[in-house]
């Protein structure tokens, strides 16, 4: 059976992490304190006792609220060298992390506020664990395409530190096909594309994030194992999903770990990967989210290190980069 230190001391990058999904409840109570902000808890165990989730949405819910305490580029600072410091931990010596800067600036906190405080925490990252990153801002689905277009606008100035666009957010009722043209803006623009996708929602919604978005590579994508010709043109085309294990259990859209499809993803020959995705609301970082998967499925040494190597193959990293990390 595979170690935790086995797994932990396995190089791998994180390519499903939401910055704001790594706040932990110690810091949001810190930044609460520190801008003056009244949150509606009274201890640190009862921010935890609340993330008792029944689906996407639940979380969700408790996710945009827990974001208000950020407020300045210090904090977004604070929040990304707290999540790469834990992350390095784990073994983590690449990320690629979404941010949702709708979710800040609907609240006027500027743009610039956002990826400033995030690009120094990025730096300091790299500057004192080698730890090299990227971001990939996401669209809120539930938003209007207007509101994406808006956002992409914002981004402008800023796009030579942007690898890519993503999608999330609540996903029933709101399919790839309302960003089609967005997506069409951003992969002109130069940017790597991204979508959740068979997250909660059908298969049908995987083939259009690949033919209407022409994502590079696919978020979550569980419920294409629903459609066996989908599971084998995702195989043929050497789409790299971004599975998150606990997430799944946590939002109960896996039954439990025990039944988790990450080995048959393996066995269909998908290039699935391990990653946190909200690792403070998910009771897990990746180590964690190795180690519950290999131990409920019995995964061999061989399938981590398999995990791992997928996960550089699809990173944005350039091919120097991806062979100097297999
Ligand atoms: N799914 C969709 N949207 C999200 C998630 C997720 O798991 N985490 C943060 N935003
Ligand atoms: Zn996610």
């Not at 994406?148 to 399919?175: N, Q």
């Not at 130069?190 to 298969?203: C, S, T, Y």
């Not at 393996?266 to 403070?280: F, H, K, M, W, Y």
């Amino acid at each position: 059976s595979v170690t935790d230190s086995f797994i932990a001391g396995l190089p791998k990058a994180e390519l499903h992490l939401h910055i704001e999904g790594s706040l932990e409840p110690e810091l949001m109570f810190a930044l609460a304190e520190r801008n003056g902000i009244t949150i509606p808890f009274d201890s640190v165990e009862a921010v935890r006792a609340a993330y008792d989730f029944s689906n996407l949405q639940d979380f969700l819910d408790i996710y945009y609220a827990g974001a208000e305490v950020l407020r300045t580029a210090a904090d977004f600072r604070d929040l990304a060298v707290a999540y790469f410091d834990r992350a390095v931990a784990d073994g983590v010596v690449h990320a690629e992390i979404f941010f949702d800067p709708q979710t800040h600036t609907d609240r006027s906190i500027p743009f610039a506020t956002v990826i400033t405080g995030l690009l120094d925490g990025m730096a300091d990252a790299e500057a004192r664990h080698g730890l090299t990153s990227k971001l990939i801002l996401c669209f809120l689905r539930h938003l209007s395409e207007e509101a994406a277009f808006a956002t992409l606008a914002e981004a402008e100035p800023w796009l030579d530190r942007i690898a890519g666009v993503g999608l999330d957010s609540s996903e029933v009722g709101h399919p790839p096909a309302k960003f089609q043209r967005v997506f069409a803006a951003a992969a002109e623009k130069g940017l790597k594309r991204v979508a959740h996708a068979g997250e909660e929602g059908p298969p049908e919604y995987v083939r259009e994030a690949l033919d209407l978005l022409a994502i590079d590579r696919l978020d979550h994508g569980n419920r294409s194992l629903e459609d066996a010709a989908l599971t084998a043109r995702l195989a043929r085309e050497g789409m790299t999903l971004t599975v998150c294990p606990l997430s799944n259990v946590k939002l109960c859209n896996v039954a439990s770990m025990d039944v988790h499809p990450i080995d048959t993803m393996l066995r269909q020959g998908l290039r699935a990967t391990v990653n946190s995705d909200d690792p403070a609301y998910f009771g897990g970082y990746i180590a964690a989210n190795y180690q519950a998967a290999a131990r409920a499925r019995g995964l061999s040494r061989d399938d981590v290190v398999t995990l791992a190597r997928n996960s550089f193959l699809g990173s944005f990293l350039d091919d120097a980069a991806v062979a100097a990390h297999l």
